[in-house]
């Protein structure tokens, strides 16, 4: 089982940047696929990014592809989401998740372990 705890959200003017940062306990972290995901309250939570659990593939969803990056350290026990061009649409509380046998895909229910989420507010 693994931990998952997210950092890096805030406040940023539409065009800005962040880093959101996922870090996960136990000894494993190498062996799992990755993904963030993000929700607007009232809606339902949707695909951001994923990674395998190498990081050498990586999918995005289109509204965000050329603007956000997924990357990881395993070395680190961290998933990072690098946030460029940020928009107002972007604005919601972002979640990693993380699972061991499914590998990196798009689907929420694939990834039983979840943090606890991290705001990003974008002003326009």
């Known amino acids: 089982q693994v931990q998952l705890v997210e950092s890096g959200g805030g406040l940023v003017q539409a065009g800005g940047s962040l880093r959101l940062s996922c870090v996960a306990s136990g000894r494993t972290f190498g062996s799992y696929a990755m993904g963030w995901f993000r929700q607007i309250p009232g809606k339902e939570r949707e695909f951001v990014a994923c990674i395998t659990s190498s990081g050498d593939i990586k999918y995005y969803t289109d509204s965000v592809k050329g603007r956000f990056t997924i990357s990881r350290d395993n070395a680190k026990n961290t998933v990072y989401l690098q946030m460029n061009s940020l928009k107002s649409e972007d604005t919601a509380v972002y979640y990693c998740?993380?699972?061991?046998?499914?590998?990196?895909?798009?689907?929420?229910?694939?990834?039983?372990?979840w943090g606890q989420g991290t705001q990003v507010t974008v002003s326009s």
């Open positions: 998740a993380g699972n061991r046998n499914t590998g990196a895909v798009r689907t929420e229910t694939a990834y039983p372990y």
